[in-house]
């Protein structure tokens, strides 16, 4: 049995096909559905210029979006700025290496002192 995705896929696929059919057909041939008793022909400019449109507005609005993202976005910080937080991280983070081995070293000088008087 198909999962749920698989027959979603499957409707998608039967129905993109079924579209592509009836536009070609309508393209080519306008007055197709007399084949099958209904009497409609078709204008092919309007077959052409409702998908030329919605492809237009999708491209613009695309672009708007672009355009508003960038607008609405602030820049970033200079080279410069971020080169100097980090040699500050390093500066920083040397200084607290070196008060942590003197830590270290006087707590080893006042455990060595505690051993002798033991």
């Known amino acids: 049995m198909a999962s749920k995705d698989q027959a979603i896929g499957g409707v998608i696929c039967l129905v993109c096909v079924l579209v592509a059919v009836f536009y070609v057909?309508?393209?080519f041939v306008p007055n197709w559905l007399s084949w099958i008793g209904?009497?409609?022909t078709f204008d092919q400019f309007w077959l052409i210029a409702i998908p030329v449109l919605i492809a237009?507005?999708?491209i613009l609005a695309i672009g708007a979006w672009i355009g508003w993202t960038m607008a609405t976005t602030?820049?970033?910080?200079p080279i410069e700025e971020i080169t100097t937080e980090i040699e500050e991280k390093k500066e920083e983070t040397k200084?607290?290496?070196e008060k942590t081995e003197?830590?270290?070293r006087e707590t080893a000088e006042e455990?060595?002192?505690t051993k002798r008087k033991s």
């Not at 602030?74 to 910080?77: A, N």
């Open 74 to 77: 602030p820049p970033p910080k």
């Open 111 to 113: 455990v060595k002192k």
């Open 56 to 58: 237009l507005v999708a």
């Open 38 to 40: 209904i009497n409609y």
């Open 95 to 97: 200084a607290a290496v």
């Open 102 to 104: 003197e830590a270290a």
């Open 25 to 27: 057909l309508t393209l």
